[in-house]
């Protein structure tokens, strides 16, 4: 997707001008009044679809954060559906902010829009187009005119194109040996949808052995029908036994005459961080500069001078970068504060934003937490809210604060359940009307066909309590989905549901609650 970052910069001049024209002294000069009004009117649709570009960003990502922790398949995929939703919107308002972003100027009546397509001419009808397009550039920039390219789709080379060669050559290894041919394809989430569709029907027909490696989720990258017709097999990060035998392998084949002390072996494999790339890229690193200053010996001293302190691998995006954010909701829901604080120091020193921390936060308290003590709710929106004052590093000890808070604290899911249940009850039920005592009736037309007719005020009531009332439609009069657990402040709130509950009881029993069909 598009970048449009840049646009900060042109929100902010766009906001300078509304504040400049608000003041008393704007317009003394009408010229330049004039000229403001003018920027502002042809700002205006730009900034309002990057804000709506913007806010759709910052919705997907809560989507996502909230598809990767959550466990619930129902609720799971509404927020996918939803997720779909936000993309469509999300593609559509960028090619918005495309359009409105092609340069004007006082002369527009003289723009030229030049459109080049190569058509279906091939690998030589695109390069011919591309050197068109080179020439029309260049003549314009001798000229001084100022040119833009709106769009462009260079040739496919390296995607379909390449996919249909390979094809051809297994065919004829097919023909030949009658064995099929192993494709392996590398990064292979960065293939578009229709370059993967293209291996379907060769991987359908035994043509392919299919081998495709990413450093993406699968699920979410590579197609379903792919990826229904493969084996996934997940890699893990190399031991520290596994890195020694990595490593004493690339001394022994590349560096053999180059000694290295048993320090430095270990700061490289915990440099290496479990990551057999990174530990081959420090070896040729150190041991390479090492040569070339004519050293006999790698020591740690000399590694901790050559070699940058790499940072623990937190891939933001990524299944490390997810799994971490999991590990630290599942500490506080387990209630160990030091775990979830190791989780967050973690992601913090692996480059998490502490504002995407502080979000968790809140919604840990909102999930696990809830009503058996408030106060957790109340303590991570305001450790949110403290960053945002403070900033880091000093804004970070109060999120760390709110976690603490939030593991030691009462549990909780009960709202989360009954949330859920109810929206998945309500997603299969008819439309049930509300009844005519729950109906406001603002006009006399509305009072005379019965909406508020036996509503009781609860605050006329004993406790202000109504007895025996019914507020649910009809059929599902007895219908319960909250259910407070025993721990915090749900111990009460169950004790006085309870009692309200008995209060109803008895005003049933003595004929004054509401019967279906009656005003009270």
């Known amino acids: 997707m598009q970048s449009f970052t840049e646009l900060y910069e042109v929100e902010r001049r766009y906001e300078e001008l509304a504040h400049r024209m608000s003041t008393p002294d704007a317009a003394a000069n009408a010229d330049e009044y004039a000229r403001m009004m003018r920027d502002y009117k042809e700002l205006t649709p730009l900034i309002e679809e990057y804000r709506r570009y913007t806010d759709l960003q910052q919705q997907e990502a809560d989507a996502k954060e909230m598809l990767a922790a959550e466990s619930d398949p129902a609720f799971a995929a509404m927020v996918q559906q939803e997720l779909c939703e936000i993309g469509r919107n999300l593609a559509q308002s960028e090619e918005n902010l495309r359009l409105l972003l092609i340069p004007k100027d006082a002369d527009d009546e003289k723009s030229v829009i030049?459109?080049?397509r190569a058509g279906a001419g091939g690998e030589e009808?695109?390069?011919?187009?591309?050197?068109?397009?080179?020439?029309?550039?260049?003549y314009a920039a001798r000229r001084?005119?100022?040119c833009e390219t709106i769009s462009e789709n260079p040739t496919e080379l390296g995607g379909v194109k390449e996919i249909r060669d390979a094809v051809d050559a297994a065919k004829e290894t097919m023909r030949l040996t009658g064995r099929p041919t192993l494709l392996f394809v590398d990064e292979v989430h960065r293939f578009s949808k229709s370059q993967q569709d293209a291996f379907l029907p060769?991987?359908?027909?035994?043509?392919?052995?299919?081998v495709g490696a990413t450093t993406e989720n699968p699920s979410f990258e590579v197609n379903s029908a792919l990826l229904s017709r493969s084996t996934v097999y997940q890699l893990q990060s190399l031991k520290p036994e596994e890195s020694e035998v990595l490593l004493e392998r690339a001394l022994e084949r590349e560096f053999p005459k180059l000694s290295v002390t048993e320090d430095a072996r270990r700061v490289m494999i915990e440099l290496s961080d479990g990551d057999a790339r990174r530990l081959l890229n420090a070896v040729d690193v150190s041991c390479t500069m090492a040569l070339e200053r004519g050293m006999t010996e790698v020591d740690a001293g000399?590694?901790?001078k050559t070699l940058p302190a790499t940072l623990r691998r937190f891939d933001k995006g990524g299944d490390n970068y997810y799994d971490q954010i999991s590990a630290m909701h599942k500490s506080v829901r387990g209630s160990d504060p030091d775990a979830a604080l190791y989780w967050m120091c973690r992601m913090l020193d692996g480059g998490c934003d502490p504002r995407y921390i502080a979000r968790r936060v809140v919604r840990m308290a909102i999930e696990d937490?809830?009503?058996a003590d408030p106060r957790a709710t109340q303590l991570a929106v305001e450790a949110a809210e403290i960053y945002e004052r403070l900033g880091s590093p000093e804004g970070e000890l109060a999120i760390a604060q709110a976690v603490v808070y939030l593991a030691c604290a009462p549990k909780s899911n009960a709202v989360y359940n009954a949330y859920n249940a109810v929206r998945a009850f309500v997603k299969t039920d008819r439309?049930?009307?509300v009844p005519m005592y729950l109906r406001n009736a603002p006009t006399k037309l509305m009072k005379e066909l019965g909406y508020h007719e036996g509503y009781r005020y609860a605050h006329d009531e004993p406790g202000a309590f109504a007895a025996g009332e019914i507020y649910m439609p009809e059929g599902l009069e007895g219908m319960k989905w909250y259910k407070p657990v025993d721990r915090g402040l749900e111990i009460k709130i169950a004790e006085k549901l309870a009692r309200l509950e008995s209060l109803n009881e008895e005003a049933r029993k003595a004929g004054c609650g509401r019967r279906r069909g009656q005003g009270r």
């Not at 009808?125 to 260049?138: D, K, P, V």
């Not at 060769?202 to 299919?210: K, M, N, R």
């Open 144 to 146: 001084g005119w100022q």
């Open 431 to 433: 439309t049930r009307p």
């Open 125 to 138: 009808a695109a390069l011919f187009a591309h050197s068109l397009w080179r020439m029309y550039t260049m």
């Open 114 to 116: 030049l459109e080049i």
């Open 202 to 210: 060769h991987v359908e027909s035994g043509l392919f052995v299919f």
């Open 302 to 304: 000399f590694l901790r």
């Open 369 to 371: 937490i809830s009503l």
